[in-house]
């Protein structure tokens, strides 16, 4: 690990100003789950690490006028016993399946939506494309757990956020502030994630100098979701593949849907496919099917991860099925 500075704000407006200089060789440190790893493999060699823990505006979560705001600190036991994201059936479904005490104590949900792939070329050096000699290495090497979607381009990997196509599929937002005091906004979690088509290029929409602080979540009443995420093993893995859903059921008629799957591509992906199957119709095993089906119907599997095409059909259907169960009493959970 290269030497590095240390800086600990107490505000938003220190942590954008220390995030903002040396050219914005700067990083962020949050659960510290996965940026230590980055820079012991000197895959990331900022000249300052700015240690945010000490904000305290970035660890609580907030209801407003019609939703919750989380601040990017807040870790995933905390999302867990939190009252105000009990409604979340999806998000809560997502860190039950987080099976490491540490992650799930030290992992913060900013850290998540924001972590880098799990991709092993990129971890072993070869960059985001995983490239050699500017030639793909995935395309013709081991590529077992990369993506089906969205993978026409150089980009092979997949999104390694596991609650963002829960995110997602609620429809949230995402404030981001920097590169600038003054500079705040908030975008549509849609638009955060990006397909890098060079190896400089990043895997959302953060520039140097800026920094994620809050989530915000459109009320949870009257609509169902669920996620549901394929494991190869029962240990610390990631998914093969998952997906979320939520629906707004009226009268056992879905009347609208959302569907994300992970893990599948280099981007959180929305399948409207799927959605459509199921708007109109009622959750059946049948209709679920039908939703699994249309949201692979475009995979474009690489050479040893066809089996994965299955597992996201699966996936899709298991969290429409899913949700649809939430709704019955004995399935509401309480915190």
């Given amino acids: 690990m290269r030497n590095f500075e240390y800086a600990r704000p107490e505000t938003e407006a220190e942590a954008v100003e220390l995030l903002g200089e040396h050219d914005g060789n700067t990083a962020v440190l949050a659960g510290g789950t996965d940026l230590l790893n980055l820079m012991k493999a000197e895959l990331v060699a900022p000249q300052r690490v700015v240690d945010i823990k000490h904000v305290d505006s970035l660890h609580s979560v907030t209801a ?5 705001q989380i601040g990017s600190l807040v870790t995933l036991d905390e999302m867990q016993s939190e009252p105000l994201l009990a409604g979340y059936q999806s998000l809560q479904d997502v860190i039950r399946g987080v099976r490491s005490i540490q992650i799930r104590q030290m992992g913060t949900i900013g850290g998540d939506l924001c972590h880098m792939p799990n991709c092993w070329y990129f971890r072993n050096g070869n960059g985001l494309l995983g490239l050699e000699d500017g030639k793909s290495v995935v395309a013709g090497g081991d590529n077992r757990y990369h993506a089906i979607l969205g993978n026409r381009g150089p980009a092979k990997f997949v999104s390694a956020s596991r609650f963002a196509p829960a995110m997602m599929a609620w429809g949230a937002k995402v404030r981001v ?17 990006r397909t890098p088509k060079t190896d400089r290029q990043g895997v959302t929409l953060l520039k140097p100098g800026q920094l994620l602080t809050h989530i915000r979540l459109p009320s949870a009443s009257r609509l169902l979701s669920a996620s549901y995420e394929v494991l190869e093993l029962e240990g610390l893995d990631w998914p093969l593949a998952a ?6 059921v009226v009268d056992g008629v879905v009347r609208n849907a959302r569907v994300v799957m992970g893990h599948v591509a280099p981007t959180p992906w929305e399948s409207r496919e799927a959605a ?7 959750v ?40 649809a169960e939430s709704a019955r009493p004995e399935n509401r959970r309480e915190v």
């Fill in 64 to 68: 407003d006028d019609d939703g919750v």
């Fill in 177 to 193: 502030i920097g590169p600038k005091p003054h500079h705040e906004q908030w975008i549509d979690l849609d638009s955060f994630y």
């Fill in 243 to 248: 997906a979320s859903a939520m629906l707004n």
């Fill in 276 to 282: 459509a199957a199921i708007i109109g119709r009622p």
């Fill in 284 to 323: 059946t095993e049948a209709t679920a099917e039908s939703a699994g089906e249309a949201a692979i119907a475009a995979a474009t599997p690489l050479s040893e991860n066809r089996y994965k095409v299955r597992v996201a059909r699966t996936a899709v259907k298991r969290a429409i099925l899913a949700a």
